[in-house]
């Protein structure tokens, strides 16, 4: 009698209901001219002092980084007038966004994020062995009142990005502070302020004022966007003594290389490269939209440093069909099925040659011409 076949390792359950995350798109075969507007990348790059912090931190590549990235946290201290002892770096935000629910979601436990919220929440909190909560949505924007109505006694974490990816829509700080107010004490909030710098509301606020006063209140930021960093992987956070604490216990020793954390303060230290991305794309933002808006499609609102741009639900005139037309041109979007928005598509404000030939190319499709 043959022995029978030995079992192979089983994922926990759970698992394998985790979707993959897939990234924005580089290219298009056959294509040599390609407009990257995909990720949501800084058209001007990064700082050249980042850069050249970069170079310098390769002198000692046989050196294990300082675990407490120190000389970042202390950057950020200063930048932002708050406590250096109350902000952990991370390998960019996501793994920040993850580590918040490994310490505080398990089996049994439950995590509220929004309709079209950024797809890391989901995965973050099935992977922590918790129980994925959708809020739905009002006109594309978080609902304070749906978010409090998805609570239960099994809620531990709410993740609320604001900007919001992939629609660019925000809430007045008056609502996040009514949403805060709404929450259980042993409920934690987390405010995703990746896109934090764009938004130039008057209503608008990140949150460090909750997450410097609150107990159950965390911001986190990344440098992947507006300091053109994305490739290093660099993320923060800020909020209460015992959830750092809590994260820092978890979290890798040497999460951080020596190089992004060099380059990551003197990104900081360069406010006049900041503020040129911002002008950029206080300038690029309504052009866009307006562009787009004058071709007969909708454009949700934005305040973040893209649009969403939406499709009729018709043969040739589909978003899958514009992604294909645009590709085709050289110019590569983002696809947004997987956030519940399969009409429509997320572009990122570019440089001007690159929105140029996103509006020549979009109102070629409109105007039915061929690829």
């Not at 405010?191 to 209503?203: I, T």
């Not at 893209?306 to 040739?316: I, R, T, W």
């Not at 978003?319 to 009409?343: H, K, S």
Request: with cysteine; hydrophobic share 50%; proline share 6%.
């Amino acid at each position: 009698m043959s022995a029978s076949p030995r079992a192979r390792p089983v994922p926990r359950p759970g698992v394998l209901a985790i979707d993959l995350y897939v990234p924005g798109k580089s290219g298009a075969p056959g294509v040599r001219r390609v407009h990257k507007l995909s990720s949501n990348e800084t058209p001007l790059g990064p700082s050249p002092a980042a850069v050249a912090a970069v170079h310098a931190a390769t002198a000692r590549l046989e050196l294990y980084p300082d675990g407490t990235s120190a000389v970042l946290r202390n950057a950020i201290a200063a930048r932002y007038d708050i406590d250096a002892a109350r902000i952990v770096c991370g390998a960019g935000s996501d793994e920040l966004l993850s580590l918040l629910a490994y310490a505080y979601v398990g089996p049994g436990d439950e995590g509220i994020f929004c309709r079209h919220g950024f797809l890391v929440y989901r995965i973050a909190i099935l992977a922590a062995g918790g129980t994925a909560v959708v809020a739905p949505e009002r006109d594309l924007t978080a609902d304070v009142d749906a978010i409090l109505a998805a609570l239960t006694p099994r809620t531990k974490i709410v993740y609320v990005a604001n900007p919001n990816n992939p629609t660019g829509t925000y809430l007045p700080f008056s609502e996040v502070r009514r949403l805060h107010a709404g929450l259980p004490s042993d409920v934690l909030l987390v405010l995703d302020g990746a896109y934090a710098e764009y938004a130039l509301a008057a209503d608008y606020s990140a949150g460090f004022e909750l997450a410097r006063d609150a107990d159950n209140v965390v911001m986190t930021r990344t440098f992947s966007k507006i300091h053109g960093l994305a490739a290093l992987r660099i993320g923060w956070m800020v909020g209460p003594a015992h959830v750092m604490d809590a994260v820092n216990r978890i979290r890798g020793p040497f999460n951080l290389s020596t190089a992004g954390m060099a380059a990551g303060a003197a990104a900081l230290a360069d406010e006049a490269h900041v503020a040129a991305a911002i002008a950029h794309n206080a300038d690029w933002l309504p052009r866009v939209t307006e562009g787009v808006r004058a071709l007969g499609l909708v454009v949700t609102p934005s305040v973040a440093n893209f649009v969403l741009v939406h499709f009729p639900d018709a043969p040739g005139r589909s978003a899958a069909d514009a992604d294909a037309f645009l590709a085709a041109r050289g110019v590569i979007v983002r696809r947004v099925t997987a956030y519940g928005l399969p009409d429509a598509l997320r572009v990122t404000i570019g440089g001007a040659e690159a929105n140029a030939a996103f509006l020549d190319a979009l109102a070629a499709f409109v105007r039915g011409e061929r690829a």
